[in-house]
C-alpha cells in the first residue's frame, strides 16, 4: 500500500535513475574498472586491477587518480632463475598497522609503519615481512623497542597471530616464498623454535644447512616450490644460528643503512652490522628506504623518484647487483607506479633482460622482450566533480571490488522500482564519498 501510493509514475522514476546513471558513468573517461595507471578515477571501483583510487598532495597530486596496489609477480614469468635472482617488495615493521587496536585500557604511544593487514600485504604482493620480536608476558610480541623491552604502550599483538596469517598464505598459495626478517630481541630459549612450529610454519621451513655459504646461488624458485621450502627466516641475533638452527641475517645478506641515513640521495651506506654491499660473500641484498619517523603522506613522495634513483646508487654501490629486497613504510602509497612499477622493472631487468616484466616472454632466451605499449603517463585533466576525501583507497584483496552497476540496477528497475528510489540517493552517495 506504501508503495503503491508513493510510486505512482515508473516511467518517470525510471527516467531520472537512469539520467543518474549515465551522468555518474559519464563523469570520468573510464569507469567500471576500466581506468589505467594516472587515470582520473572517483572511487576504488574505476581504477583496474591491482589500481586504487588515490592522490599525492606531497607531490602536488590533489585529485585522484588511479595507483598501483600490486607488483607483477615474477614467479609466473620466469620460475627457473635462482631465488637471489628476484627482487621483493618487504614492508618495514609490517605489524606496526595504523588502527591496530591498542591493548585493553592502555593508550599506545609509537609510530605506525603499514595500512593494512599482514593478510593483506601478502595478496597485494609483498613478499618480506620486518618484524620485531620480544619477549613479553610470557609469550613472544610484536612491538617496538625502548632498549630492547616492551612496553604495554608499545606492544602490539602476540607474533603467532601474524605468523598464522602467514601460514594461511603459504597454504592458499602453493607456489609462493615469504621472507621474514627478525629483529630478535627474544632470549627465552627456543622460543622462536616453539613459537614458529605453534604457527604452523615449520613444514615450510627453508633448513638453514640448505643455505648458500659463500654467496653462492640459491636454489631456484621452482626448485624451493618442489620442496615446500617456502619460508626463509632471519634473525638478527647471531646466537640463534648455532642454538636453533635460525639464519643470522648480516651472513646471508649485505644491507644497507636504514633510516634517515639510508634516505640520502647519491650514497648508500651500509649497515654496520652488513659486510660491505659489494661483498661477494653474502647472495642476497636488503635496500632499506625509509626515513627514521615515518610520516604517512609524505610516503607518496619517497616512492617516487628517489627510490628509483636510490636503486640505481645502491646498484652500483653493490658492484651492479639490484637488491633482492626493498623494504619500505606505507608500501602502498606513491604518485602511480611507485615500489610495485621499481620491482617490476628490476625483476625485468634481472630475469630476462627486459625493461620491465610485462616485457618478458616465457620460455624466451635472455634479452627478447616483447613490444609492451608504456601505459600514458600524462596528467590526468578530466577531474570529476564529487567531494573525495583524498586518502587513499585500499583493494582490500587481490581482486577487484566490486560496486552496484547501473545495468544491472536498471534491469532489476520495473520490479522494484519503488525501493531503489530510496537506494539511489544510497547509491549516488556510495560512489562519491568511499
Ligand atoms: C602499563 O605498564 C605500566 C608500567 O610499564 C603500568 O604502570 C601500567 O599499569 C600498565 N597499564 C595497564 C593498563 O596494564
Ligand atoms: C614496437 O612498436 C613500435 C610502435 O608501435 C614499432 O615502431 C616497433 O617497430 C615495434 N617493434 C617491434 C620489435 O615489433
Ligand atoms: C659498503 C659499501 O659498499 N658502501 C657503499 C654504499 O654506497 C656508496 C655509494 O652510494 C659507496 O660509496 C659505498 O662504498
Not at 628476484?86 to 591498542?102: E, G, K, L, M, Q
Request: aromatic letters at 10%.
Amino acid at each position: 500500500m506504501f508503495y503503491r501510493s508513493k510510486c505512482r509514475e515508473p516511467v518517470t522514476v525510471y527516467l531520472l535513475f537512469q539520467l543518474i546513471c549515465s551522468l555518474l558513468t559519464s563523469s570520468t573517461a573510464c569507469s567500471n574498472g576500466n581506468c589505467q595507471v594516472l587515470e582520473a578515477c572517483s572511487a576504488a571501483t574505476d581504477c583496474g586491477p591491482g589500481l586504487y583510487c588515490g592522490n599525492c598532495p606531497a607531490l602536488g597530486l590533489n585529485q585522484p587518480l588511479c595507483i598501483r596496489g600490486q607488483p607483477t609477480l615474477p614467479t609466473s614469468t620466469v620460475n627457473g632463475l635462482p631465488f637471489n635472482k628476484y627482487s621483493w617488495i618487504v614492508t618495514h615493521n609490517s605489524f606496526s598497522i595504523v588502527d591496530a587496536p591498542p591493548l585493553p585500557g592502555v593508550q599506545r604511544l609509537t609510530f605506525y609503519n603499514q595500512e593494512d593487514t599482514v593478510t593483506n600485504q601478502l595478496r597485494n604482493g609483498v613478499r618480506g615481512l620486518m618484524l620485531d620480536m620480544y619477549d613479553y608476558q610470557d609469550d613472544i610480541w610484536l612491538c617496538h623497542s625502548f632498549r630492547g623491552q616492551c612496553f604495554n604502550f608499545t606492544a602490539f599483538q602476540p607474533a603467532l597471530n601474524t605468523l598464522k596469517e602467514v601460514e594461511a598464505f603459504l597454504t592458499e598459495n602453493p607456489t609462493e616464498i615469504v621472507t621474514i626478517i627478525i629483529e630478535d630481541y627474544v632470549h627465552t630459549p627456543k622460543g622462536l623454535t616453539n613459537l614458529f612450529t605453534s604457527a604452523g610454519l615449520d613444514k615450510y621451513w627453508f633448513p638453514l644447512s640448505k643455505m648458500p655459504k659463500k654467496g653462492d646461488d640459491w636454489p631456484t624458485v621452482m626448485e624451493m616450490v618442489q620442496a615446500n621450502h617456502r619460508l626463509l627466516v632471519f634473525t638478527s641475533d647471531a646466537s640463534k644460528e648455532a642454538e636453533e638452527a635460525i639464519a643470522y641475517q648480516w651472513k646471508h645478506m649485505v644491507e644497507n643503512e636504514s633510516g634517515d641515513p639510508g634516505v640520502q640521495k647519491g650514497s648508500c651506506p651500509h649497515r654496520k652490522e652488513s659486510k660491505a654491499l659489494n661483498s661477494k660473500s653474502s647472495s642476497l641484498f636488503l635496500m632499506n628506504y625509509f626515513p627514521t619517523y615515518p610520516v604517512e603522506t609524505d610516503s607518496c613522495k619517497e616512492h617516487s623518484a628517489p627510490l628509483a634513483e636510490m636503486v640505481n646508487t645502491c646498484y652500483k654501490a653493490a658492484g651492479n647487483v639490484l637488491p633482492n629486497f626493498i623494504a619500505v613504510n606505507f608500501y602502498m602509497r606513491s604518485d602511480g607506479g611507485g615500489v610495485f612499477d621499481i620491482v617490476d622493472k628490476m625483476n625485468g631487468h634481472s630475469l630476462c633482460g627486459c625493461a620491465t616484466l610485462t616485457a618478458c616472454q616465457v620460455g624466451a632466451p635472455f634479452g627478447s622482450c616483447k613490444n609492451i605499449s608504456t601505459p600514458s603517463t600524462s596528467p590526468a585533466t578530466n577531474i570529476p566533480a564529487g567531494s573525495f576525501t583524498g586518502s587513499v583507497q585500499f583493494s582490500k584483496s587481490a581482486s577487484p571490488i566490486n560496486s552496484p552497476n547501473c545495468l544491472i540496477i536498471l534491469l532489476l528497475l520495473p520490479a522494484y522500482y519503488c525501493l531503489l528510489t530510496t537506494i539511489m540517493t544510497k547509491y549516488y552517495h556510495i560512489s562519491y564519498a568511499s
